[in-house]
């Protein structure tokens, strides 16, 4: 009989937390899950792809995929959730167009259209944070405010859970820590090269991915590490 998505991935997800697969070990490849767990490779992919959505693991183009240091996992779910900002700060909402995800983005979300959308946060004239998030074309048929050209209020995850009563979940981590690209000089009103903090979440609902996100933050704004 077939394994499920969610079997396989709570399968896995046991032995991080148990310990038999710690932080930096590979996981099995593709071939092996398939035959351990009698799934397809799409539906091996879609439960890796739920693993990264927590946090679990990540991949290494070329490599495979990692087990994570749970410890850099980034406390923020509430935030991004509520899209709570601080009482000093405000949300610039730069644009919602449909685009091809990229490919990091595909890995996750799944290929094809997708709805990317681009804000800043800002304090006063301060840009603390560059953010964009692609989401599945499936969401605007219950959150159609996701193709507008202005922020969702309170966010657009927020009103799709509170529209389709589904739960939205979203595990946040730390992948990269990167040299400022010229975009991320433009958006970050940057007059020189810095090494700045990516941060990238992504949003489940079931065992279904429904949107990524990733935050670029300006030199010296803090983040809380779990």
């Given at each position: 009989?077939?394994?499920?998505?969610?079997?396989?991935?709570?399968?896995?997800?046991?032995?991080?937390?148990?310990?038999?697969?710690?932080?930096?070990?590979?996981?099995?490849?593709?071939?092996?899950?398939?035959?351990?767990?009698?799934?397809?490779?799409?539906?091996?992919?879609?439960?890796?792809?739920?693993?990264?959505?927590?946090?679990?693991?990540?991949?290494?183009?070329?490599?495979?995929?990692?087990?994570?240091?749970?410890?850099?996992?980034?406390?923020?779910?509430?935030?991004?959730?509520?899209?709570?900002?601080?009482?000093?700060?405000?949300?610039?909402?730069?644009?919602?167009?449909?685009?091809?995800?990229?490919?990091?983005?595909?890995?996750?979300?799944?290929?094809?259209e997708c709805v990317n959308r681009a804000r800043t946060v800002n304090r006063g004239e301060v840009v603390l944070q560059a953010s964009q998030s692609w989401v599945r074309l499936d969401v605007a048929e219950v959150v159609p405010e996701v193709d507008e050209p202005e922020a969702c209020d309170p966010s657009w995850q927020a009103l799709y859970q509170q529209r389709s009563g589904q739960p939205v979940t979203v595990a946040s981590k730390v992948v990269d820590a990167r040299i400022s690209t010229p975009q991320d000089r433009a958006d970050l009103g940057l007059d020189a090269d810095h090494a700045l903090l990516v941060m990238r979440s992504v949003y489940v609902t079931g065992d279904t991915v429904i949107g990524v996100g990733e935050g670029v933050y300006a030199p010296g704004h803090p983040l809380a590490l779990a």
């Open positions: 009989m077939p394994g499920t998505v969610a079997g396989m991935a709570a399968y896995l997800k046991a032995r991080i937390d148990a310990g038999t697969l710690k932080a930096g070990d590979k996981i099995p490849p593709t071939r092996f899950l398939m035959q351990q767990f009698n799934l397809s490779d799409n539906a091996v992919y879609r439960a890796i792809g739920l693993l990264k959505a927590e946090g679990y693991v990540h991949s290494q183009q070329g490599k495979g995929v990692f087990v994570m240091d749970r410890r850099a996992l980034i406390s923020g779910t509430r935030r991004i959730l509520d899209g709570i900002t601080q009482a000093d700060e405000t949300i610039h909402h730069k644009h919602s167009i449909r685009v091809e995800a990229p490919s990091w983005v595909a890995s996750i979300l799944g290929e094809g």
